[in-house]
């Protein structure tokens, strides 16, 4: 029981937009419209279907549409300039399947790992340093009794 005639609806802020058939694709058996927004918002889509014993049915749904940018618009790796980079930089390229695991241990094998060493080297602990701060705040302590500021 297929139904006669069905209709996507697009609605903005209740103001009446667009109005497309959907057409039944037997393949994937399913309907499906082509819709585009204008503008960035909140859509109201409403798709309706008349069936042949004169029934209809309905179904809503709130649509939200943002703004795109080209960079995030196509997210895929590209292997050609990947592979660019690594042969530019000395690197390997490695695919997801189908890779020898000796070249995997050659190209990994080589490398260290790399230590990073902290030295903390407090500024009390040399007389120079901390007699230079006391000196210093022992002379602005001078100045500002001598002006009445303190």
């Given at each position: 029981?297929?139904?006669r005639r069905t209709t996507v609806q697009v609605k903005q802020h209740e103001i009446e937009g667009q109005r497309v058939?959907?057409?039944?694709?037997?393949?994937?058996y399913r309907y499906l419209a082509a819709v585009r927004m204008?503008?960035?918002?909140?859509y109201l889509v409403r798709a309706a279907a008349?069936?042949?014993?004169?029934?209809?049915?309905?179904?809503?749904?709130?649509?939200?549409?943002?703004?795109?940018?080209?960079e995030t618009l196509d997210l895929r790796a590209r292997p050609e300039p990947l592979a660019d980079i690594s042969r530019c930089s000395g690197g390997?390229?490695?695919?997801?399947?189908?890779?020898?695991?000796k070249a995997m241990k050659t190209a990994l094998g080589g490398s260290r790992l790399a230590r990073v060493e902290y030295?903390?080297?407090?500024l009390w602990d040399t007389w120079v340093w901390l007699t230079a701060m006391v000196g210093l705040l022992s002379v602005e302590w001078v100045v500002r009794r001598l002006r009445g500021l303190a």
């Open positions: 029981m297929f139904e058939p959907a057409l039944f694709d037997e393949q994937k204008s503008a960035t918002g909140r008349e069936f042949k014993d004169g029934k209809t049915g309905e179904d809503r749904q709130l649509l939200a549409c943002e703004e795109f940018d080209r390997t390229v490695f695919a997801p399947q189908g890779n020898d695991p030295r903390r080297t407090p």
